[in-house]
C-alpha cells in the first residue's frame, strides 16, 4: 500500500527534518508547514519512527473521500476499508478538524466516523484509547490518517532522570542537524542539565543506534503491522570521539550519567561537574559546543543571566579555539552578551509557551 506519511516537526525545522529523511532514504521528501510529507508503505511508516531522530510523530495517510454535510460522511465512512488497518479487538478514538467545509462541527464528524469503525468493524471506541485516527476536513474533503507512533518519538525510552526545563530529544537532533554536525567531531554541552544533547550526539556519532530502539509504537496495534518483517536493530559501534557534558549541579551529572547508561553510551561519554569558570577543554581535535543555558523569564532573573552568558563566552573564546558554538536562547540580548561572533542565527522555534533560535558561530579564533 503506497501512502503518503507525514512527520511532524517543529515549525521552522521543516527543512532539517525533510534533509534527514532523504539522508535515510525515504522517498521524495518535502518540507510542508508544521512536518515533511515522504511516500512509501507501511514498512516505511515502521522505519520513519523507529529510525528519525527529528520527527516528533508519525502519521500514515490511509484515504480519504469527498463529503458535503454528516450524513454522507456517516455513509462513506462506513464503506472505508477500515480492517485493512484497523484491528476489532483495538480500542481506538477518532479526532476531527473541520475548515473551509460545509461540515463545521468536528465533534459530530467524529463521532460519526466513530460510530462507523465500531459498527461497521466491531472495535470498540474509547475516549481515552491510545490509538487515534485523524479526520480533518478540508474545503469538504475528508483525509483520514491515523497515528502510528502513540507516545511522541522524543520519548526516546531511556531518561529516568529529567532536569529543569528539558529540551525534547528530537529538537536537539535538529538543532545537532543544523549545527553541521554528522557524528565524526567530538561534542560537548557546557551546561548538559539531564544529558540530552550528549545523549543524541553520541547515539549519532555511534552509527547504528537508531533512536526507537528502545520503545514501543502506536503502528504495532495496527492490522497492517507484521511483526516478522521488522528488521532487527543494531547494536552501534564505538565512535572515534567522545561526546562531553558539564554542569555545576552535582545531581544534574549524576542523572545524565544514569541516563547514558541506559541509553547504551556510557562507554562514549564523560560528564564532569564544575562552574562554568571550570570548564575542561577535551584532550583532541576542535568539534561543536552546544548549548541550551537558562533563559529566565522574569526581568530580575533575566538580569542575572546577562553575567553568566558573558563568563560562558569568555570561557570559549579563551580555552575553545577551533571549535564552533551553538547557542539556544528566546533572547538576542543573551546571546550577545556571550561576546561571540554569530555566523548564522535561526529561525523562532516553539518551546513550550517561548520561542528559541539557535545561535551559530562558525570556529573560534
Same mark, same amino acid.
Given at each position: ?42 514498512? @516505511? ?9 527529528? #520527527?516528533? /510523530? =508519525? $502519521? !500514515? %495517510? *490511509? ?55 465500531? @459498527? ?9 484509547? #491510545?490509538? /487515534? =485516527? $485523524? !479526520? %480533518? *476536513? ?66 549519532? #556519532?555511534?552509527?547504528? $543506534? !537508531? ?155
Amino acid at each position: 500500500m503506497e501512502m503518503e506519511i507525514f512527520l511532524a516537526a517543529p515549525p521552522g525545522l521543516e527543512a532539517l527534518l525533510a534533509a534527514e529523511a532523504g539522508e535515510k532514504g525515504f522517498a521524495r521528501p518535502v518540507a510542508v508547514p508544521g512536518g515533511v510529507t515522504v511516500q512509501g508503505g507501511w514498512p @516505511e511508516v515502521w522505519r520513519t519512527n523507529r529510525e528519525l531522530r527529528g #520527527a516528533g /510523530r =508519525v $502519521l !500514515a %495517510r *490511509i484515504g480519504g473521500f469527498r463529503a458535503f454535510h454528516l450524513a454522507q460522511l456517516d455513509k462513506r465512512a462506513r464503506k472505508f476499508a477500515w480492517g485493512d488497518v484497523l484491528r476489532p479487538d483495538v480500542p481506538v478514538r477518532v479526532e476531527a478538524s473541520c475548515r473551509g467545509s460545509r461540515i463545521y462541527h468536528a465533534g459530530a464528524a467524529a463521532q460519526r466516523i466513530e460510530r462507523a469503525i465500531a @459498527e461497521e468493524l466491531g472495535a470498540p471506541v474509547a475516549a481515552e484509547a #491510545a490509538l /487515534r =485516527v $485523524l !479526520a %480533518r *476536513i478540508d474545503d469538504n474533503l475528508v483525509t483520514l490518517s491515523v497515528d502510528t507512533s502513540g507516545d511522541l518519538l522524543h520519548r526516546r525510552g531511556h531518561k529516568s532522570f529529567v532536569g529543569k526545563a528539558p529540551m525534547r530529544e528530537t529538537l536537539a537532533a535538529l538543532f545537532l542537524r543544523a549545527c553541521g554536525y554528522d557524528g565524526t567531531e567530538p561534542v560537548l554541552d557546557p551546561m548538559c542539565g539531564s544529558g540530552t544533547f550528549v545523549l543524541e550526539a553520541a547515539e549519532i #556519532a555511534a552509527t547504528g $543506534l !537508531a533512536p526507537g530502539r528502545s520503545r514501543h509504537f502506536a503502528y504495532e496495534s495496527l492490522a497492517s503491522f507484521d511483526a516478522t518483517a521488522l528488521p532487527a536493530l543494531g547494536g552501534g559501534m564505538a565512535p572515534e570521539h567522545l561526546c562531553f557534558g558539564h554542569d555545576r549541579d552535582s545531581g544534574a551529572i549524576a542523572g545524565a550519567t544514569a541516563n547514558a547508561a541506559r541509553a547504551g553510551v556510557g562507554e562514549f561519554t564523560r560528564f564532569t561537574q564544575g562552574a562554568i569558570s571550570d570548564l575542561p577543554r577535551p584532550e583532541g581535535p576542535p568539534g561543536l559546543v552546544i548549548v541550551n543555558p537558562p533563559y529566565g523569564t522574569r526581568i530580575g532573573q533575566k538580569k542575572l543571566l546577562y553575567g553568566l552568558y558573558g563568563a560562558l563566552g569568555e570561557v570559549l573564546r579563551s580555552r575553545f579555539s577551533g571549535w564552533r558554538v551553538g547557542i539556544v536562547t528566546t533572547e538576542g540580548g543573551l546571546a550577545k552578551a556571550t561576546g561571540l561572533s554569530f555566523s548564522d542565527i535561526g529561525p523562532p522555534v516553539p518551546h513550550g509557551s517561548l520561542k528559541i533560535r539557535l545561535y551559530r558561530t562558525e570556529a573560534l579564533s
